[in-house]
């Protein structure tokens, strides 16, 4: 191969660091009306009055919209396929505030100084309510969030608003309760995970016009502009024809940029003023009022023989939307789907539990999507259970873990919100990963923990992970290639590169294919009116399911090329070949400038275009076995991160650097989560970290050392032996950390973040609970 | 209200607002360069140099750079592309959005600092925030970059 498996650089790489206009607001048309909402200080509440009076007299206001003012369509900002597995629980604007920084009204003006001042001219009636803010109190509480009869589920997922229940799911193979009782032994364990904020460094932008045909454009910041599309025409009530969404390069999303944003109220302006309208906004607003990682409980019990084989899984979760149910069982079964099959030896499993709605900030898509939590709570109690049993932490998971040509019954079982698809593991390098990740850390020196100076200890401890590429049967990818005169080709992709470098890897792909240098794909991506379909980037789908509808195109272009190309050479087409250069014939060749040159200009004239469509048919799991080193201080708790160790196996790599990067971004992420990053909120729903300096996310000089290498592996239905790999990075950070706490100084706390704190109260109380 | 002051090596006079901050004048006149990322001088992203200082240009009011001196990744489009090549090389070039912050603070570092060591450099670059990459691969492009330039 030729492009496939070389690190290029990425194509926009310099382009970005040079600093020319590439972001949603570097290119939003001007001058623009200033779109600014004015947000909730209450976590419940009904709004008795509004009087926008004194706000619309404001010089250089252009409009004020209320609850009273907006079409009433139940819709979900989720950003799904169709239709969403998400209930539809929400409104442009609604008579209740259900959150702190929830949407009460909004204003549009010439300026930001007209906006800011028609904002605090707004006089508000609040008539507050008793909010829900412990999300174990949630299930029929006295307070009910939603009791708006528009509001319904589109195909049952449990969702009973009336009893704060957003969700609910449950699955079982075999008899865990049998087995429980038979099992030697058993293990029962709590664990509790946050609610984490993406912070894409990039707010979330979007900027709204009509076209000189009176269509309505929207540039905006998003993962899913075809779902964006869609559900804005729900909502602003016009046909989804008359609506065009055009996604630029993004600054980062994470999952925090598949739901909706700003788009509904930015639309709605220009829908009623006629005008240009632009939405940024503040980092205060992407805390407060878009979404987080949904905190999760998961009550979960092990049995196993004496010798560690396990015999029965049983995970019971209770999981927090907050205010609104985006994602609400998506993710939570993917907390189960995407971390039991890993152990798939046992004679029964069981997963199941409910989403419930409070008064916090919505939950919503978030890399690892269920899956980090899952495997904190599952590699955990793995832990301890090795511990309990006195075996080798890694032996255990060797004895129980899923092997090439093996599957699970789970597959079949749990898809995203429907039932899944069966499969066979058909590429599996755990054992592989697993031994050059202990030669990395130096497992066999460090295992379990040694001294590293007064009051200090170092330990390792690990974790193995497993993701998906794709929704099955949902995710659906299109590409079309046009072949330009003197050589060169367009690739057109719905597929949205989000930062990770996929418009880079789609070429690669499409080169690859032809045979041609990656720098003759001229990739332009993600734009509902001039680019084929795509579900968005999400799920880890894009190099599995767009990578193989781009490879299609380039089969069916390359096919083309012979055929035009024989047909000018006057040989028959089985008697040409053609290798990226000249298509060549018995007596003679054509070279490919030539050919595209003449098709366009003088000979058989045409255009040739081809287009690559492609349903995820299965979901190949990537794999990743995880070493952590940490240094514990005994005086004062604090944890500290000496080295990540993580070895993929995410099939062949398209582009290595690429790969790897994402799994350190990804790892830096789930390191964030164990260690510093989780939102807090104040007695009466107030968010206590509203900005960059209360959350934390890891800055340089936390995160020292990682160390990733990807595994030699192919996956024979991936796009040239390809899997995803954009997820998997992020899920074994907070258990191989908790477990390397545990091996350092015998503490084991049970909820994250790992604060300082907490490891210094469990160190004070002795030992683990 | 008027300000004049070197942008770039060149002398402008600018009409800015009074509470406008530098990195609102400078995106507002089409240098979009800076970013916004937080308003609260913490991430990084809108990094310029004023008076060869790298600042977060959140945190500057723009009447203050009246009389001195701005450069802006516009002004130092050969070193950043040469640093954006080191990036895009090891892959350490996510999103991007942090990246023009990012070569401000290099290029300031290169003038003040001589041969530093990963220590050193993760201390200078520490108000950089990078929510994409974990930093290590960025880490890998800038010893390349300091490395290469000698
Ligand atoms: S925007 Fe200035 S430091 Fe973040
Ligand atoms: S590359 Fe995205 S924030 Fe650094």
Redesign the pocket.
Known sequence: MNEVGKSLPKIDGVGLALGRPAYTDDLAPRPALVVRALRSPHAFARLKSIDTAAAEAIDGVACVLTWRDVPRVAVTRAGQGHPEPSPRDRFILDEYVRHVGDEVAVVAADSEAAAVAALAALVVDYEVLEPVLDFEQAEDHATVLHSEPEIHENFPIGFEPTRNIASAYAMHVGDVDKVVQDAEVVLRRTYYTQAQQHVALEPMVCATWLDLHGRLNVLTSTQTPWHVRRIMARALEMPVGEIRVNKPRIGGGFGGKQMIHGELLCGLVTRRTGKAARMVYSRREVFAATNTRHPMRMDITLAADRGGHLRAIDMQALSDTGAYGEHALTVFMVAGAKTLPLYNKVEAVRFGGKTVYTNRVPGGAFRGYGAIQGNYALESALAELAHELDLDPVELRRMNMIAEGETSPIFAIMGEGTEGVAMTIDSCKLPACIDRGMELIGWGEKYPRREAGPEKVRGVGMALAMQGSGIPGIDMAAATLKLNDFGSFNLLIGATDLGTGSDTILAQIAAETLSVSTDLIKVYSSDTDRTPFDTGAYASSTTYVSGHAVRTAAQKMRAALLTEGAAMLGCAEKDAVFDGAEVRGPDGAISLEDLSTRLLYSQNQKQLCTTGSHLCEKSPPPYLAAFAEVEVDLGTGKVDLIDFVAVVDCGQAINPNLARVQVEGGLAQGIGMALTEEVRYGKRGTLLTGD?MTYRIPARQDIPRLTVELAASHEPSGPFGAKSVGEIGIDTPPAAIANAVFNAVGVRVRDLPLTAEKVLMALREGRAK | MTIVFTLNDREVTWEIEPTETL?QALRRNGLVGA????????????TVLLDNKPV????VPAARVDGHTVTTVEGVQDQARRIGEAMAAEGADQCGYCTPGLVMSLVAMEKELDQPDDEQIRSYLAGNMCRCSGYTSQMRAVRKYLGGGR
């Open positions: 960059m | 990195l970013k916004e990322g937080c308003d609260t001088a913490s991430c990084g992203v809108c977060p240009s959140c945190a």
